[in-house]
């Protein structure tokens, strides 16, 4: 399946092709930390992880078409 | 006293008179500083019924006891005074240099009474204050006001002062310190204006006393290690792209404010949000005093129609005047940005609105004819053009001068103004993110985001992250970051640096820190929960002027827009903000009645009676 994957600040680092926004092909079932690990994310990089708008864990599974987005937590506003 | 320079400056405009009075160590330990004592004066001093622009008004101008300290973020002060747009309590904070520069000089505040005859700046230069003529800088910009008044006093020296929007009693004028940095809301720069004091110039050479410098000095270095080792491979993004990457946050959550509400997604986002700022328009970032982090941005926009330079925009202005006007052209914002700087003006009421406006306009309840233009969602010239006629109340300026409600009332819609109290709110959809509807709900200033901001928690991750969408678990949350604001304003430190790094790591804040850090330099050996009960004595005492100003419960509310008007479209879709069901149990467990008023037994738990 393809996910559709936002990243933004530092976490363009582990962009796919180093694009802020580009398409992922995971394994079917696949969840947040397969994206995770797809991408080389390490563990200690903090990051907020929307799918579809919606806060998602490590646990989530991903759906084909769905839309990840990845921040670091940032003191904003 | 350490940690206090235990002095504060009493300005008699109406007088002349100038004098000295000691600070009373009681209230200083009580109130702990800046919007601590801001509320204290203002409740003492000041009739909550009286005339925002009468002589019975005063502006008290405080720092905190971590003002002009190494401690990280010292650098705030609070300007607190009745609010001429809301007639409710206003507490605008700012940094820069200015506030640092106040206690080196040997003060904690500034308290400005009476009206002056004729326009005057007050010139503190250490030990030494005067008032002095300012005839010769009544109508200059703000920049013009700065360069003038350290070419006539002392090059070194801060200076805070008013454009012509505040001498023109714009409703949401500005006081803008170091040029740039604004104590922006809710017209603290029209009461200013209202005196006679076009500014207050200050230099000091002199140091803080701490208590215990060693263990000060400990304390700094640990805190600043934590933010270094956290930041060493990943840089703070305030850093790298200033406070308009929170774009990212909103935008994607479905709560980035849009056509003055009516959506939570904006199409043209990418054009207008931080990154894109730091790739087209960013000089360089810019700290304000002792601060390791310098989220400021010194932009420049090298041509066009909107060519220019100075500092901004910030997130909240990327909101109100690009997202909520429907702009999507980041130089006509940051032009419009600019413009609010020098004539200074608060760019969220400003942006805000102007959104109305074009709401208004494009919903045909407010005519071509009646403005001189039209003015339709998107127009970057329109947006310019308005500002500056708002800050010289020039035309169809003069209107908006007055605010977004008065002009939605004037033309019979008053529930397109997006306000709380009256006041405008900051760039958070409370449809997709239920905690802030409640915090521009009770807020003692009306609709801001600084009164315990719930997007750390519910949108960016900070310091962990809660559900935006749920209601039944934010009033204790809301409280609690009230509470924990309250004391970072008190103590002159700032949000970004605070809620990270000196408080407690999870959703209850305890501010651990914050209050290490008052300890080494007051010596006043508070506990934390000393601290917080602060926190909740500042917060309830700002709540009891409120309601002495004619406030009630029912004021605790939010345009129909947020709580029956569904989300159109994007994550938030479908939702309403559930205020009713988040107020009441939140005036319980603030130990407030059903009416929102505190009751006896809580007054006398934060010694308020």
Request: proline content about 6%.
């Amino acid at each position: 399946m393809r996910v559709h994957v936002h990243t933004f600040a530092n976490i363009r680092d582990y962009a796919p092709a180093g694009k802020g926004l580009a398409e992922l092909a995971l394994a079917e079932g696949a969840t947040v930390a397969d994206l995770f690990a797809a991408l080389r994310i390490p563990a200690t990089v903090e990051a907020v992880t929307l799918v579809n708008g919606r806060r998602a864990d490590a646990a989530t599974r991903l759906n084909s078409g769905d839309e990840v987005t990845l921040f670091p937590p940032m003191e904003g506003g | 006293m350490h940690g206090w320079c235990g002095k504060i400056l009493r300005v008699d405009l109406s007088s002349g008179n100038i004098t000295s009075e000691p600070l009373d160590p009681q209230v200083a330990h009580d109130y702990i500083g800046a919007r601590g004592f801001g509320i204290y004066y203002l409740r003492k001093e000041v009739d909550p019924t009286c005339d925002p622009f009468g002589p019975g008004n005063k502006i008290i101008m405080a720092a905190g006891p971590l003002t002009g300290t190494a401690a990280p973020t010292g650098a705030r002060y609070v300007v607190t005074t009745k609010s001429p747009l809301t007639g409710a309590i206003t507490c605008s904070n700012s940094g820069g240099n200015f506030p640092a520069e106040l206690r080196k000089s040997g003060r904690d505040a500034l308290i400005i009474e009476g009206v002056a005859a004729k326009p005057v700046y007050l010139w503190i230069d250490g030990g030494r204050a005067e008032l002095r003529p300012a005839d010769h800088l009544w109508g200059r910009t703000t920049h013009a006001t700065d360069d003038a008044l350290r070419s006539e006093t002392r090059e070194k020296a801060k200076t805070a002062v008013i454009g012509p929007a505040g001498e023109k009693r714009v409703l949401f004028a500005a006081i803008m310190n170091d040029r740039d940095r604004a104590a922006g809301r809710a017209g603290v720069g029209a009461v200013m204006g209202s005196k006679n004091l076009k500014a207050v110039v200050v230099h000091g050479e002199g140091e803080v006393s701490l208590a215990d410098p060693s263990a000060f000095k400990a304390a700094n270095a640990k805190y600043r290690d934590a933010f270094k080792a956290k930041t060493r491979d990943n840089p703070p993004p305030l850093r790298t792209h200033g406070t308009a990457i929170t774009v990212v946050g909103t935008q994607s959550h479905g709560v980035f404010p849009t056509r003055n509400f009516q959506q939570g997604t904006f199409e043209g986002w990418e054009s207008i949000y931080g990154e894109t700022l730091t790739k087209k328009y960013l000089v360089r970032a810019k700290p304000c005093f002792s601060c390791p982090i310098a989220c400021g941005r010194v932009t420049r926009i090298p041509d066009g129609p909107f060519q220019g330079e100075g500092e901004g925009p910030e997130y909240e202005t990327v909101y109100s005047l690009g997202s909520d006007c429907g702009v999507d052209d980041l130089a006509a914002l940051t032009k419009a940005n600019y413009v609010c700087n020098e004539l200074g003006i608060d760019t969220i009421s400003m942006g805000s609105t102007v959104a109305c406006a074009m709401e208004l306009f494009e919903k045909g309840f407010l005519k071509e004819s009646e403005v001189g233009m039209p003015v339709r969602w998107g127009d970057g010239q329109a947006l310019v053009t308005l500002t500056r006629m708002t800050g010289m109340r020039e035309g169809f300026g003069n209107i908006l001068a007055e605010g977004s409600l008065r002009l939605a009332t004037r033309y019979g819609r008053p529930e397109l103004a997006m306000v709380a109290k009256g006041l405008d709110f900051a760039g958070y959809d409370p449809r997709g993110e239920q905690g802030m509807g409640l915090a521009y709900a009770t807020s003692p200033i009306g609709g801001s985001h600084m009164r315990g901001d719930p997007a750390y928690f519910e949108l960016l991750g900070v310091p962990v992250a809660a559900d935006p969408h749920t209601w039944e678990d934010k009033p204790p949350l809301v409280a609690k970051w009230q509470d924990l604001f309250c004391v970072i304003d008190a103590a002159g430190l700032c949000v970004f640096f605070s809620v990270r790094y000196l408080v407690e790591q999870n959703l209850m804040v305890k501010p651990l820190g914050i209050t290490e850090l008052l300890n080494a330099a007051t010596g006043a050996g508070y506990t934390p929960e000393e601290v917080e009960r602060i926190g909740e004595r500042i917060f309830n005492a700002e709540r009891l002027f409120l309601l002495a100003a004619g406030f009630t419960g029912k004021d605790d509310a939010l345009p129909p827009r947020i709580t029956r008007e569904p989300m159109p479209a994007g994550p938030a879709k479908g939702m309403v903000c559930r205020l009713e069901e988040m107020l009441l149990p939140y005036y319980a467990l603030r130990g407030w009645s059903h009416e929102g008023v505190p009751s006896e037994a809580k007054l006398r738990q934060l010694g308020l009676l």
